[in-house]
């Protein structure tokens, strides 16, 4: 069961409606499980900075028990993940960080 947590010093009005189902289907489309297996959880509103900054940002953690495979794997599992978030979140490239995958 792949589990999801999209963090973020964007207030919750800033965050899209629908979020959490959008990132829901994306994890299952992106890891090849199925969506009733996917747990997800969006956090607006922390106090983060990223490269020094507290500029809006986010940062994505994905954990799952035998999905994630090869260096290679997890290099398109990211860049995925990313352009599904910052075209979501309206973001920079350099704002979004990969996490934990």
Known sequence: MPFVELDTNLPAARVPAGLE????AATAAILGKPEDRVSVTVRPGLAMAVGGLA??????TVSSIGVVGT???????????????????????????????
């Not at 189902?21 to 829901?24: P, V």
Request: with cysteine; aromatic share 8%.
């Open 71 to 101: 260096a290679e794997q997890n290099r398109d599992h990211s860049a995925r993940f990313f352009e599904f978030l910052t075209k979501e979140l309206q973001l920079g490239q350099d704002r979004v960080h990969p996490g934990h995958l």
């Open 21 to 24: 189902k959008r990132l829901c």
């Open 55 to 60: 500029d809006p940002c986010a940062q994505l």
